[in-house]
């Protein structure tokens, strides 16, 4: 498929109720907002055709609404942001526009850089055989020990074989000196597979290590990943916006 026969879109979750730090998307980081900065950083990506911001929430909608109108408003009871995701998809094909490829481009990540939307648009777009893409990165082996950098194992032709909180592989000499990987939170779908894990049941590797892609390996969907050598910073707490001390 030839760059300019692509048809994908981007969607931003956006949550107001935030165990953590609810009201996160409305922050103000150096005099705009964090959803508002996702939304121009997603703007950049030379692949996708259109970015929505999908919400729960008034506040969140009425504040989208003053720098685009591309915002949808979706249900409160779902349980992550790929459900959210999925119904932005139905709202928008209720409206007739339909895309073939879709990004979830995380709403709480307000300097992701565009280059990464478009490393893992460029795997369901040159792998006949990806159902789902998604971003990896080297780390060392401290990092690799943090529960919450979330380690994958890839296969030769560079297939997802696990993910996992805990140390993966476990190497029983000089583990070190090895390389591991972290997965990168950005999820890349053909649509009409998007349309299907949301259907599935939870499954026991997703509650035992508490990732939702476990349940997609769980019933044998494929999902391909890309080396990315960018780092992002996500905001998971009030402390967290302490790294970002001037605008880009």
Same mark, same amino acid.
């Given at each position: 498929m030839a760059y300019s026969e692509i048809n994908a879109v981007g969607i931003i979750p956006a949550r107001y109720n935030s165990s953590r730090f609810p009201g996160k998307p409305l922050v103000d980081i150096d005099g /705009?907002?964090?959803?508002?900065?996702?939304?121009?950083? =997603?703007? /950049?990506s030379k692949l996708l055709s259109k970015v929505y911001i999908a919400t729960d929430d008034k506040r969140i909608f009425e504040h989208v609404k003053n720098f685009t109108d591309n915002v949808l408003m979706t249900s409160e009871n779902h349980t992550n942001g790929t459900e959210r995701? =999925?119904? =932005?998809?139905?709202?928008?094909?209720?409206?007739? $526009?339909?895309?073939?490829?879709?990004?979830?481009?995380?709403?709480?990540e307000?300097?992701?850089?565009?280059?990464?939307?478009?490393? =893992?648009?460029s795997v369901l777009i040159n792998n006949e055989n990806a159902e789902i893409a998604t971003l990896i990165k080297e780390i060392n082996f401290e990092d690799a020990t943090d529960p919450n950098r979330v380690k994958?194992?890839?296969? /030769?032709?560079?297939?997802? $074989?696990y993910f996992s909180r805990q140390i993966i592989p476990f190497y029983k000499v000089e583990p070190e000196k090895q390389t591991y990987y972290k997965h990168i939170g950005l999820y890349v779908f053909r649509t009409i597979i998007l349309k299907e894990i949301v259907k599935l049941d939870f499954s026991v590797l997703e509650r035992a290590e508490s990732l939702e892609q476990l349940r997609w390996l769980d019933n044998d969907? /494929?999902?391909f990943v890309e080396y990315s050598n960018y780092e992002t910073i996500s905001i998971d707490t009030p402390e967290d916006l302490n790294v970002f001390v001037g605008d880009e």
């Open positions: /705009k907002s964090m959803i508002h900065r996702v939304y121009d950083q =997603a703007m /950049k995701v =999925a119904e =932005a998809i139905e709202i928008l094909e209720e409206r007739n $526009l339909f895309f073939d490829i879709v990004a979830n481009i995380q709403g709480d307000p300097y992701i850089f565009p280059q990464q939307i478009d490393e =893992a648009l994958v194992v890839i296969s /030769k032709n560079n297939k997802a $074989l969907y /494929k999902i």
